[in-house]
């Protein structure tokens, strides 16, 4: 939560996917000046020591009192005081966590209009991680949260989060309807791609039934061995589509030289799916 409403306090989630054992102590907080790229405003997470174990959500504050006003918080026991927590631009802005050596952990640049276009406003509305085997700096990894949830859920599961489960082609759409209307489900429809091997460049468009490319949503762009592309209903032109079925053509080029095209199909639809 880097854009706040008026006298509720920022705060940044912090989760251990992994299978080991941290204490809090041993964890900065950190961001980048974004004229030279150095790292500033070194805080430790807290002040003495808490231990953060695997499958925790703990979201970190300056006032976690005041927080609890603002937000609905499952769990007094997941927020996390941090007086000198950083100060987070309502913009843009690149956080880090990093270890005990300075080394950076993990770390993510965020900045307005990485929220969903259709909002009225981004005050007071969270950047949720989509997957944590998707890295962090992955811009279609992030999406604002449901409203369903109050914008916000510090101290638990992410209300946007989805969880891997494994592909059977190349290319695959999920779900195949999709209702974007901020509820926290099925609010994106996703293109997920695995390859055996990286350096495929891809073109990714959507059309309506007309054949009409409505929305590009990659261009040639050079992608991993695996990850995900997502969309959330907005055309090119900033404008949420009509309601319907929408082809996801997906052209792929990889480092043989060889061709691969793939046309699926995914609804866009009114209602609440549930």
């Not at 204490?23 to 907080?29: E, K, N, Q, S």
């Not at 499952?74 to 913009?91: F, N, R």
């Not at 695995?194 to 261009?219: C, N, Q, S, W």
């Not at 592309?229 to 009509?242: E, H, M, P």
Request: charged share 20%.
């Amino acid at each position: 939560m880097f854009d706040p409403k008026p006298y509720c306090p920022r705060f940044i989630e912090i989760h251990n996917s992994g299978f080991k054992t941290f204490d809090l102590a041993d964890l900065r907080i950190a961001k980048q000046n974004t004229k030279n790229g150095q790292i500033e405003s070194v805080s430790p997470v807290t002040g003495g020591h808490h231990l953060f174990f695997p499958g925790d959500y703990l979201a970190v504050t300056d006032d976690p009192d005041k927080l609890m006003d603002c937000c609905y918080v499952h769990d007094p026991e997941t927020l996390i005081s941090c007086k000198g927590l950083p100060a987070m631009d309502d913009s843009q802005g690149t956080m880090m966590i990093l270890d005990k050596f300075l080394q950076v952990l993990d770390e993510m640049s965020y900045n307005q209009q990485m929220h969903y276009p259709l909002l009225s406003s981004a005050e007071g509305v969270s950047l949720e991680r989509i997957s944590f085997d998707v890295p962090s700096d992955h811009v279609s990894n992030w999406h604002s949260a449901a409203a369903t949830e109050g914008y916000s859920t510090p101290g638990r599961i992410n209300s946007q989060s989805l969880f891997s489960v494994a592909l059977n082609e190349e290319i695959e759409i999920e779900p195949d309807i999709f209702t974007p209307d901020q509820d926290g489900h099925y609010d994106f429809v996703m293109i997920r791609y695995y390859f055996p091997h990286p350096g495929a460049m891809a073109t990714i468009l959507v059309m309506d039934p007309r054949g009409r490319i409505i929305k590009t949503i990659a261009e040639n762009q050079l992608l991993g061995s695996e990850g995900f592309f997502t969309w959330d209903g907005i055309n090119d032109y900033g404008q949420k589509a009509r309601t319907g079925i929408y082809m996801v053509y997906v052209r792929i080029f990889d480092a043989k030289g060889k061709v691969r095209n793939y046309k699926k199909t995914c609804v866009l639809s009114p209602g609440t799916r549930h």
